[in-house]
């Protein structure tokens, strides 16, 4: 593989036509994860991988994405994104095979704001935080009984700009103007020692925890997670290990309904199982589903021949592709509240835009946001990050109605898949 220039290690070739797909290459050097850390921020800023193609020789690697919007609305910062991949991808210099660094943890800022509530402000306030590329790590909302809304967003900066004078004043001032004349109060400082306080997540009832993080595939537990006409679909998916075509490589199949980070899903799982990928095909979707053909290894660079570990990859891989995200509903009290949860990769690092994509589906259903919190929680043998909505009684919804309910689970659970 040619050894590109500087500013050549990561190109986007924009589509000729509305609607045409971007093209993203990346060529560079080689490193644990690189693959899952462009795909996690390619899905964070809002956008589909189409189609891919991977390679690595186990120093240089060569990708190639092909990219859509998940929605029409949104407006992609294209030289911001090439920003960011560059950021990840490792020098081309000969020192870097000699002298890896670790990534230096991202300060934590604490955002306090107060204003008035009103319908769909949380979530108003999430897509300013996306647009400054700005990542929620904790927050803790509550809305005050005289009609006012307190909230603390622990929040880093993907761009690294926090500490200047004129970052705080635009994140200030774009909030502000959300608000408009609702806003009492806004005030950004560092984060102190509350942040660390503030890891663990409120305790969850023994059976909300095992309906949350079941892992179980097979009755109501799938059911009541997604429409019944989208179960065939899901139980169609199919993970399959052939050691037969390559003498060095496992040829690792995966047929599934496409849904959004799909490809993330997948390399974050080989990842934290400590898999190689060599070769990668993910290809375009038909009639919903996708195809990727992976050709990997385990981390001492052998195939995977033990029976065991074979059948423990493909039944990891499938509750990935079927199961990703973990939404229901359920009672706190007298409130109703809405959990959602997903896997923290090993590195600690959560999906991106859940909480986004949450308060999106709650504003469209016309439900107000009590209190929210997000937290992390140990649980099958895994870390996970759980997002907690406590929802408001004044809406159009009887809450305490189970169709209701089921109606705010599938339409989170489809924002959250990208259906």
């Known amino acids: 593989m040619a050894v590109p220039a500087d500013d050549d290690v990561v190109q986007i070739q924009k589509g000729r036509n509305p609607g045409e797909p971007c093209v993203i290459t990346v060529n560079c050097p080689d490193k644990t994860g690189l693959g899952c850390d462009i795909c996690w921020i390619i899905l964070e800023f809002g956008l589909h991988i189409t189609k891919g193609d991977f390679s690595t020789d186990g120093i240089w ?28 991808c490792p ?75 004129n970052r705080q004043d635009e994140t200030c001032k774009r909030l502000q103007d959300v608000m408009q004349d609702s806003c009492i109060s806004c005030e950004l400082q560092l984060a102190g020692p509350e942040y660390e306080y503030s890891q663990g997540v409120s305790s969850l009832l023994p059976e909300l925890t095992e309906e949350l993080f079941s892992s179980e595939l097979t009755g109501d537990g799938v059911c009541s997670q997604a429409l019944k006409s989208d179960m065939r679909k899901l139980r169609k998916t199919t993970v399959t290990i052939d050691n037969s075509i390559s003498p060095a490589h496992t040829l690792l199949q ?129 870390q996970w990050e759980v997002y907690r909505f406590l929802l408001d009684e004044n809406c159009e919804f009887q809450l305490t109605s189970i169709v209701a309910r089921n109606q705010i689970v599938d339409k989170v659970r489809r924002t959250l898949m990208g259906w």
Request: glycine content about 4%; hydrophobic content about 40%; charged content about 25%.
């Open 91 to 165: 020098p081309c210099t000969a020192s870097f095979y000699f002298s890896q660094q670790p990534a230096r943890p991202s300060r934590v800022y604490l955002l306090k704001f107060c204003c008035l509530d009103r319908k769909g402000l949380l979530h108003d306030v999430t897509q300013v935080f996306c647009e400054l590329e700005l990542a929620i790590q904790k927050v803790k909302v509550t809305t005050t009984p005289d009609g006012k809304v307190l909230d603390l967003f622990f929040i880093t900066d993907n761009m690294e700009l926090m500490h200047t004078k």
């Open 61 to 88: 690697c060569y990708i190639v994405l092909w990219v859509v919007p998940y929605s029409e609305s949104l407006c992609t910062r294209w030289s911001n994104l090439k920003d960011r991949l560059e950021a990840i």
């Open 254 to 382: 995966i047929c599934c309904a496409d849904h959004k980070g799909l490809l993330y899903d997948t390399v974050r799982a080989l990842k934290d199982m400590n898999m190689k990928i060599l070769y990668g095909r993910f290809s375009p979707s038909t009639m919903g589903y996708c195809d990727l053909d992976l050709f990997i290894q385990q981390k001492d660079g052998k195939k995977i021949v033990d029976p065991e570990k074979q059948s423990t990859l493909c039944s990891r891989l499938k509750l990935e592709m079927l199961h990703p995200l973990r939404v229901i509903i359920a009672n706190r009290g007298p409130d109703t509240e809405l959990l959602v949860a997903n896997p923290v990769e090993l590195s600690g690092k959560g999906r991106p835009r859940v909480f986004y994509d949450v308060t999106f589906a709650l504003k469209a259903l016309g439900i107000c946001i009590f209190s929210a919190e997000i937290g992390r929680h140990l649980a099958s043998e895994r």
